[in-house]
């Protein structure tokens, strides 16, 4: 089968393993079936940014510049949650956009993803970024009202606990014995008294299993502008990373917009 179109982030749903999907030109394609057989991945050279524009090479994110430094979906506040300033209705880029991404409700997490993290993600967005940072369980910390809120709690804990997930480690599928529980009510007396309202009750352990059939010991990272075409076996999925034979490792997030072929 042959599938074209630009890669996306993998669409994913919270089952034992976790279930993959990817959407090439139209195209619904189960991952999961996937692993285990040869898969051909090739680069056309050509990127197509969320607005439509075709380009060579992008920002962050793979935005092309114009978006990079004008659209709200690229803006600070998207990395750093402590500077949100919609609550008090002051615009950084597009103040409508702004109020309906922040003035929802957060949730600060812990999550144990090749190591302890605090991380910030909109309620909506449980359990699926805890999946696409290939946490293997995860608790929630504090429910907030508002992005900016959810970020001063984060921003309270990063002297701490760090907010980085050492994904090397993550797609070797090393998995620190961690107790989510007692890390929890530890790292809550290093916030202030008058953030006890935010602080979650729940001491649920959420936890996730991938579809892996073998880690690998060495990691190599693929850039498809580098590679831009990879012919392996497919030995799992983890986080947003498709890992292949011989320890390639393709995170296919940081490859969004990426027009490319699939056979397998």
Same mark, same amino acid.
């Given at each position: ?27 619904? *394609? +189960?991952?999961? #079936? ?43 506040? *998207? ?22 991404? +922040? ?28 999946? #696409? ?25 990063? #002297? ?11 797609? +070797? ?48 990272? *693929? ?7 990879? +012919?392996?076996?497919?030995?799992? *999925? ?27």
């Amino acid at each position: 089968m042959r599938y074209i179109g630009s890669l996306s982030k993998m669409r994913t749903s919270l089952e034992d393993p976790v279930q993959y999907f990817m959407t090439l030109g139209g195209d619904f *394609i +189960q991952l999961n #079936d996937l692993v285990g057989s040869e898969i051909s991945l090739k680069f056309s050279g050509i990127i197509t940014c969320f607005c439509g524009n075709e380009v060579t090479e992008t920002y962050r994110k793979n935005f092309c510049r114009d978006c990079f430094f004008t659209k709200p979906e690229a803006s600070l506040t *998207i990395m750093k949650p402590e500077l949100s300033k919609a609550h008090l209705g002051i615009e950084e880029r597009d103040l409508s956009f702004e109020k309906r991404m +922040q003035l929802q409700p957060h949730v600060v997490y812990l999550a144990n993803s090749a190591g302890l993290k605090v991380g910030v993600t909109r309620f909506n967005q449980v359990p699926t970024r805890w999946i #696409d940072q290939g946490a293997a369980e995860a608790i929630v910390l504090a429910r907030t009202e508002n992005r900016f809120e959810a970020g001063t709690v984060e921003v309270h804990l990063k #002297d701490t606990i760090s907010d980085k997930t050492p994904w090397q480690k993550m797609v +070797q599928g090393y998995v620190p014995e961690v107790d989510l529980v007692a890390a929890k009510h530890e790292v809550l007396k290093y916030l202030p008294e008058d953030f006890s309202h935010w602080t979650d009750p729940d001491d649920t352990v959420h936890k996730m299993v991938y579809p892996v059939q073998e880690y690998p010991t060495k990691v190599k990272s *693929i850039n498809l502008h580098k590679t831009p075409e990879v +012919q392996a076996v497919l030995k799992g *999925i983890r986080g947003q990373y498709l890992l292949f034979e011989a320890g390639g490792v393709l995170n296919v997030r940081s490859h969004e917009g990426y027009q490319v072929t699939l056979e397998v």
